[in-house]
């Protein structure tokens, strides 16, 4: 994902202040959005695309949180095919859904072939390890079991959904990690129906999100007055169109508002035409009628997902993988919670959107950073050349590796802005690594 792109093109992509941006990563190829909300955060579990996938190229599953629903963090892999013993392949990890029940966060995995397993953490951020050994659904008569998503309902019973082209149901177990009946065929699939199931409650009524109609495929939802069906297909929440291509739900309500996830083929398009298995997870609202039925969402570019509140530029460590837009940009995770960002070259920008910075007196911009090679970071706000409030010089400190802090300065613009991180070198590229900063 990288590089052949002009500053016009770059500044292009940049939308109005506080607006979600599509995709919401820009730094990794990511797909099937699995939302969760524990606290005042959600969590984005996601698949992920290699950058140089021809067809589907995956190993891992990814995690970002945010506040807002515009500005993410990134927390890279949190779990991988290599926690999966008993599968010997190196290819498929897709479609998965994390659940927190009792303290505990479970992990459904579909191996592309070879059912669907099951992690478990004390931590949405892993380490997730899989505690049966096995996989916890594998029909072996056909490739189907892929895409698991999990109901709890209001009398506590779990229910996993999965499949493709047939919609299957299993009860779990509370322990949410062994099956209470077998893995039943659903009668009566909804009409339009690919894969890709997302199951929630709303109001009393059961839905199912899903990738609609092929091909291209949109996303529709069927409702139910019953967890088990019959479902009936209700409409779409976003249409099929020449824009689409392949697609899959996530769906959640946050801070007040419903919210849908799906993927498209945006950030690949920025550099390549042709197609492939290079997506992104894209961001829309979700909007019910009096009915509970939910009226269809433009396509992910034409949406305005607001940001919910502002950011505050006045935490005591911001890490750098922390952003709305970072394209060309990359990031690498050393152990658990350790991540930092890297190829960065001359002119390229971390975008933070809605960036508070009141009325409060501050003179000093730190920031973690090491360099083989060196450069500058400024500060700009409401454009990568608007503004300068600031910036500081990284020299080099020894290795890509030997992070150490660097001092600039900074003068507030006061009140609410977009806040450009623009990196300058004259080497233009792989000027440094960047962990972490702060202003005060
Ligand atoms: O990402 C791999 C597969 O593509 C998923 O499991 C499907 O839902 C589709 O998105």
Same mark, same amino acid.
């Given at each position: 994902?990288?590089?052949?792109?002009? *500053?016009? +093109?770059?500044?292009?992509?940049? !939308?109005?202040?506080?607006?979600?941006?599509?995709?919401?990563?820009?730094?990794?190829?990511?797909?099937?959005?699995?939302?969760?909300?524990? $606290?005042?955060?959600?969590?984005?579990? +996601?698949?992920?695309?290699?950058?140089?996938?021809?067809?589907?190229?995956?190993?891992?599953? %990814?995690?970002?949180?945010?506040?807002?629903?515009?500005?993410?963090?990134?927390?890279?892999?949190?779990?991988?095919?290599?926690?999966?013993?008993?599968?010997?392949?190196?290819?498929?990890?897709?479609?998965?859904?994390? @659940?927190?029940?009792?303290?505990?966060?479970?992990?459904?995995?579909?191996?592309?072939?070879?059912?669907?397993?099951?992690?478990?953490?004390?931590?949405?951020?892993?380490?997730?390890?899989? =505690?049966?050994?096995?996989?916890?659904?594998?029909?072996?008569?056909?490739?189907?079991?892929?895409?698991? +998503?999990?109901?709890?309902?209001?009398? /506590?019973?779990?229910?996993?959904?999965?499949?493709?082209?047939?919609?299957?149901?299993?009860?779990?177990?509370?322990?949410?990690?062994?099956?209470?009946?077998?893995?039943?065929?659903?009668?009566?699939?909804?009409?339009?129906?690919?894969? $890709?199931?997302?199951?929630?409650?709303?109001?009393?009524?059961?839905?199912? /999100?899903?990738?609609? !109609? *092929? *091909?291209?495929?949109?996303?529709?939802?069927?409702?139910?007055?019953? =967890?088990?069906?019959?479902?009936?297909?209700? &409409?779409?929440?976003?249409?099929?169109?020449?824009?689409?291509?392949?697609?899959?739900?996530?769906?959640?309500?946050? #801070?007040?508002?419903?919210?849908?996830?799906?993927?498209?083929?945006?950030?690949?398009?920025?550099?390549?035409?042709?197609?492939?298995?290079?997506?992104?997870?894209?961001?829309?609202?979700?909007?019910?009628?009096?009915? $509970? +039925?939910?009226?269809?969402?433009?396509?992910?570019?034409?949406?305005?997902?607001?940001?919910?509140?502002?950011?505050?530029?006045?935490?005591?460590? @911001?890490?750098?993988?922390?952003?709305?837009?970072?394209? &060309?940009?990359?990031?690498?995770?050393?152990?658990?919670?350790?991540?930092?960002? !890297?190829?960065?070259?001359?002119?390229?920008?971390?975008?933070?959107? &809605?960036?508070?910075?009141?009325?409060?007196?501050?003179?000093?911009?730190?920031?973690? *950073?090491?360099?083989?090679?060196?450069?500058?970071?400024?500060?700009? @706000?409401?454009?990568?050349?608007?503004?300068? @409030? $600031?910036?500081?010089?990284?020299?080099?400190?020894?290795?890509?590796?030997?992070?150490?802090?660097?001092?600039?300065?900074? #003068?507030? =613009?006061?009140?609410?802005?977009? %806040?450009?991180?623009?990196?300058?070198?004259? !080497?233009?590229?792989?000027?440094?690594?960047?962990?972490?900063?702060?202003?005060?």
């Amino acid at each position: 994902m990288k590089k052949v792109i002009s *500053c016009l +093109t770059l500044m292009a992509l940049s !939308t109005s202040l506080a607006m979600a941006q599509d995709p919401v990563v820009s730094t990794k190829y990511t797909a099937d959005p699995a939302p969760y909300v524990h $606290g005042d955060t959600i969590y984005l579990y +996601t698949t992920h695309d290699e950058d140089d996938a021809e067809g589907f190229k995956m190993f891992d599953w %990814l995690l970002y949180t945010s506040t807002d629903m515009v500005n993410w963090t990134d927390h890279g892999a949190v779990a991988s095919l290599d926690d999966f013993k008993w599968y010997e392949g190196k290819n498929g990890a897709w479609a998965e859904e994390v @659940i927190e029940r009792n303290g505990k966060w479970y992990m459904y995995c579909p191996i592309h072939g070879h059912g669907i397993g099951v992690l478990v953490s004390d931590s949405p951020y892993g380490p997730f390890r899989d =505690p049966i050994g096995h996989p916890l659904v594998w029909q072996r008569e056909h490739w189907e079991d892929i895409d698991p +998503t999990i109901l709890i309902d209001d009398d /506590g019973q779990a229910y996993m959904f999965w499949g493709n082209p047939h919609l299957y149901v299993a009860l779990l177990n509370d322990d949410m990690i062994s099956l209470k009946s077998d893995a039943m065929r659903m009668h009566g699939t909804p009409e339009h129906y690919q894969e $890709g199931p997302w199951a929630w409650k709303k109001d009393g009524k059961y839905y199912l /999100g899903f990738a609609a !109609t *092929c *091909c291209p495929e949109g996303l529709g939802y069927a409702m139910s007055e019953n =967890p088990l069906g019959p479902y009936t297909f209700r &409409g779409y929440l976003m249409a099929p169109t020449d824009r689409t291509r392949g697609n899959h739900p996530g769906i959640i309500q946050y #801070k007040g508002k419903w919210y849908g996830f799906g993927l498209n083929y945006d950030l690949k398009n920025i550099t390549v035409k042709e197609h492939k298995e290079r997506r992104s997870v894209g961001a829309f609202n979700v909007v019910y009628r009096a009915d $509970g +039925t939910i009226e269809e969402s433009p396509y992910f570019k034409d949406v305005k997902v607001e940001q919910i509140e502002n950011f505050n530029p006045y935490r005591p460590r @911001i890490e750098a993988e922390t952003m709305a837009w970072g394209f &060309g940009l990359k990031t690498v995770k050393r152990g658990i919670e350790d991540i930092y960002v !890297t190829d960065v070259d001359n002119g390229e920008y971390i975008l933070l959107r &809605g960036v508070d910075f009141g009325s409060r007196k501050i003179s000093r911009f730190t920031a973690s *950073c090491a360099a083989t090679t060196g450069g500058k970071i400024e500060l700009h @706000i409401d454009s990568p050349d608007g503004k300068l @409030i $600031g910036s500081l010089k990284v020299t080099p400190t020894g290795g890509d590796e030997s992070f150490r802090e660097f001092a600039g300065s900074i #003068k507030n =613009p006061q009140g609410v802005h977009d %806040l450009y991180l623009v990196f300058k070198g004259a !080497t233009g590229k792989k000027l440094l690594n960047f962990d972490y900063w702060n202003i005060k």
